[in-house]
Every structure is written in C-alpha cells, then in structure tokens.
C-alpha cells in the first residue's frame, strides 16, 4: 500500500509539449527523490531535495527541473518533451538522512512522448 | 567511485525451488547494501539491507542475504520459491548512507515457473 502517490501512471505526449508529473507523499519525509528508469537498466537519479525550497540535480543529467514549495509535494516538468524523454520516471521519499531510513517508492509515471 | 553489478539479466526457476541472484560490487571505502524488489507495475519496495554486524541478512517474504567482503558480494537467496515473487529485483550499494548516494544494479529478473 503505497503512501506516495504519482499522477499521472501513464501519459502519451506529442513532441514540444510541457508536462509535470506530480508526485506526494503523506508520510512527512524531509527527502524526496526522482528516478529515471530505462527496461534492462539501472535506476538513475536525477534529482533530490532535503526539504521545502531545497532541489539538487542527481548523477544523471536531465532536462527537467523540480520545485519543492510543500514538505508533501515534489513536482517534475519538462518544458518541452522530446521522444528522448520517454521512460519511466519513479518518486521517492526517505524520512532522514541515515542507514535505517529506507526509501519508500510510488508505482510511477511511464511516459511515451511521440 | 561505486558501482553494483547483478550479473544475471534474467533467472528462470520452478516453483518451490532455490534460488540465488547474484550480485557484486566495488568500492573504496565501507559500504552499505540493500535489495529491492519491484513487482509489475509498481515502484520498489526494500527486502532487505546490511549496514554493520552479522553478514547474514533476513529481510521479507523469505529472502536472505549473505553480505561477503573478500568477494565483494551480496547475494540474494530464498530456499523455496513461490509464484508470487515473479519481480523484478534490484541490488544497491551506498557509501554514505543517505539514498541520493545509492547506486543500483541492472535488475534481475526473476521468473517463476509453475
């Protein structure tokens, strides 16, 4: 039962077009995190924040930003999607930063941009 | 530098068998080890994890692992599989302890046959 939330699961987009994928959590967690996830690849994370008004880029570069203006809320967009940004995009939230916090994940939004 | 290797895309079993997935790892200093599992269409949840003491790891649903410091292993186990496990799983090191330092793995696919 997942206590983050990802809006939407799936969407299919035209080239040019902004979207935001929306992702909340209802546990309080200081941290949250977006992952990039390709089918046979691992996980890559591309951006991270430690609280409200706190946003860090992640070892993969993307083109997308993020905003954190609510502890519970953690948006990505992209400005202009491209066929390159298809993939699965994964939300996460950890409670602090330490070995017994693991990550809690959301079922994910799969993006197709066309 | 850290980075994980599972060096199984893809392991096939029958129910009520063993099985092993397999993964390596390197890095310079001390780490920290986790598996993940993520079934269809859903994000990752945490099996299990080794931060310090004893190498065997019990963690959900039956698995252990066995953390190997000379092998620079952390292979996955359970003694009898069952239909329900068909997922996907992900082996992650970290050096620091906090997820926006967590290095995933490829992923192993696990199928269970009947």
């Known amino acids: 039962e997942a206590d983050i939330y990802q809006t939407p699961r799936y969407l299919v987009i035209g080239t040019g077009k902004k979207i935001t994928l929306e992702c909340s959590q209802t546990m309080g967690h200081d941290k949250m995190y977006w992952y990039q996830q390709d089918p046979g690849m691992e996980l890559h994370l591309i951006h991270y924040s430690y609280g409200v008004n706190s946003t860090e880029k992640g070892d993969l570069s993307s083109e997308s930003t993020v905003s954190r203006i609510r502890t519970e809320h953690f948006p990505l967009t992209l400005e202009s999607a491209r066929p390159s940004h298809t993939s699965q995009y994964l939300c996460?939230?950890?409670?602090?930063?330490?070995?017994?916090?693991?990550?809690?994940f959301g079922n994910g939004t799969r993006l197709t941009v066309t | 530098a850290q980075s994980v290797t599972q060096l199984d895309s893809q392991v096939p079993v029958f129910e009520e068998a063993p099985v092993e997935l397999r993964c390596n790892y390197s890095?310079?200093?001390?780490?920290?080890l986790f598996w993940y599992v993520q079934y269809p269409n859903q994000g990752l949840q945490l099996l299990l994890k080794y931060l310090s003491g004893s190498t065997l790891v019990k963690g959900i649903n039956g698995f252990e692992a066995e953390f190997n410091k000379s092998q620079t292993s952390f292979h996955l186990r359970k003694p009898s599989v069952h239909i329900s496990d068909t997922a996907e799983y992900f082996c992650?090191?970290?050096?620091?302890?906090?997820?926006?330092?967590?290095?995933f793995g490829k992923g192993t696919h696990l199928i269970i046959q009947p």
């Open positions: 890095s310079s200093v001390s780490v920290y």
């Open positions: 992650a090191v970290s050096s620091r302890g906090g997820a926006d330092g967590l290095t």
């Open positions: 996460a939230s950890s409670a602090v930063q330490g070995l017994n916090s693991p990550l809690h």
